[in-house]
């Protein structure tokens, strides 16, 4: 069996740790596990991982990052929901436009500076084909 990678906090440099989502969210838990800084909640960096595995969804993130990476995906995901392509061609252009590796391809993994790009890239495409964009984009 593969060991898992140590993660580590890109804000302070520690650790993280793999807890329930119940430690971040409480009962209102909507991640069944969080890869969480052990420096939280002072440090308010987490990332939560693919259900029934121990695999992150991204980077660590905090709660700026997170809300940006959310909004990216809102526009994004726009893009292939107004059926301009599929979901796989979605992804596919979305790393051929950021000139990015395929498997880089992944917003949970997105610096802000990425997030901005493609959200100005997708707006770009959904009002040149008068598509509405997401509320709050």
């Not at 997170?66 to 790393?95: C, G, P």
């Amino acid at each position: 069996m593969k060991k898992q990678k140590t993660i580590k906090c890109p804000y302070c440099g520690a650790h993280a740790v793999l807890q329930k989502g119940t430690y971040v969210y409480g009962d209102k838990s909507k991640e069944e596990y969080l890869y969480v800084c052990s420096n939280y909640p002072q440090c308010d960096s987490y990332v939560g991982v693919h259900a029934g595995t121990k695999k992150p969804k991204g980077t660590l993130a905090n709660a700026e990052l997170r809300n940006k990476r959310i909004k990216t995906h809102k526009v994004f995901d726009q893009v292939w929901k107004s059926n301009l392509m599929t979901k796989k061609e979605a992804y596919r252009w979305m790393t051929y436009v950021m000139g990015l590796p395929f498997e880089m391809g992944h917003i949970g993994s997105f610096s802000e500076y990425r997030c901005d790009e493609l959200m100005r890239i997708c707006k770009d495409v959904l009002i040149k084909n008068n598509i509405e964009l997401p509320v709050g984009a």
